[in-house]
């Protein structure tokens, strides 16, 4: 059997090509220890709009292990964490993911299985909620702009003011 | 077909019976030539290990999805 070819692995060498330490990998990380690094990625998944973009992602049929290690690698090329301490919060990751899909009550592939069970058609229903949204803010901003009553902007009259006559004893007297 | 992934190999590796184990109850021995640390303190030295607190983690995640799930 053929094995098959991979072609998009570094040439030999090219970790050279730069100065040493100009990457941020080769820099000491921000994040040193595995806790710190949990809490890290924790305070990052509570947000709503990542918890919203998460949901719609899984929900599309994305494993559930290749997001995770792609949010680990992103954070080691950028120097937050090592890539050992990647490794290591790897299970917390997947877990807090299948978490956030079980509580939202999506249908998601953990990646863990064999088999890949998203392979059926299926409406995502995050992006049809979201596109309902859409919809209503857009009706509603439409709305609010009809329903304004056409003001017209009432002409002040001028009226006739008497001129104060002078009082003082250096006015002038007609 | 799926490349290599450290995440699912990291996610299956994690038996998280074998790593946190069964909490032991420590006996206080009263005398004076009472050893201090016992064998079962052993166990504590494993806060150390950030694979215990991994575990640890992921334990609770876990209890939390199966209430979610049981719920």
């Known amino acids: 059997m053929l094995k098959e070819q991979t072609f998009d692995a570094p040439i030999p060498g090219m970790s050279m090509t730069h100065e040493l330490g100009a990457r941020p990998w080769q820099s000491p990380p921000k994040y040193a220890t595995v806790d710190d690094a949990i809490e890290y990625y924790l305070d990052r998944m509570s947000s709503e709009e990542f918890l919203d973009q998460l949901t719609d992602v899984m929900e599309m049929g994305v494993p559930i292990t290749s997001i995770a290690n792609?949010?680990?690698l992103g954070n080691v090329m950028e120097g937050v964490h090592s890539v050992d301490v990647g490794m290591l919060v790897l299970p917390v990751l997947v877990e807090m993911m299948m978490l956030v899909g079980d509580s939202a009550g999506i249908e998601y592939d953990s990646g863990l299985s064999k088999e890949a069970p998203m392979n059926k058609k299926r409406t995502r229903n995050t992006l049809v909620a979201k596109t309902a949204r859409k919809l209503q803010m857009q009706l509603n901003e439409q709305e609010g702009k009809e329903?304004?009553?056409?003001?017209?902007?009432?002409?002040?009259?001028?009226?006739?003011v008497p001129e104060e006559k002078p009082k003082g004893l250096m006015g002038r007297r007609q | 077909m799926r490349g290599f992934n450290p995440a699912i190999i990291a996610h299956m590796n994690l038996d998280l019976d074998k790593i946190i184990g069964t909490e032991k109850t420590i006996s206080k021995n009263a005398g004076l030539l009472?050893?201090?640390?016992?064998?079962?303190?052993?166990?504590?030295?494993?806060?150390?290990?950030?694979?215990?607190r991994v575990a640890n983690h992921v334990k609770i995640l876990r209890d939390k999805r199966n209430e979610i799930k049981d719920a």
């Open chain 1, 70 to 72: 792609t949010m680990q």
């Open chain 1, 147 to 160: 329903d304004e009553p056409m003001v017209d902007e009432p002409i002040e009259m001028e009226e006739d």
């Open chain 2, 34 to 52: 009472a050893p201090k640390k016992t064998m079962m303190n052993k166990g504590q030295d494993k806060i150390d290990n950030p694979l215990y």
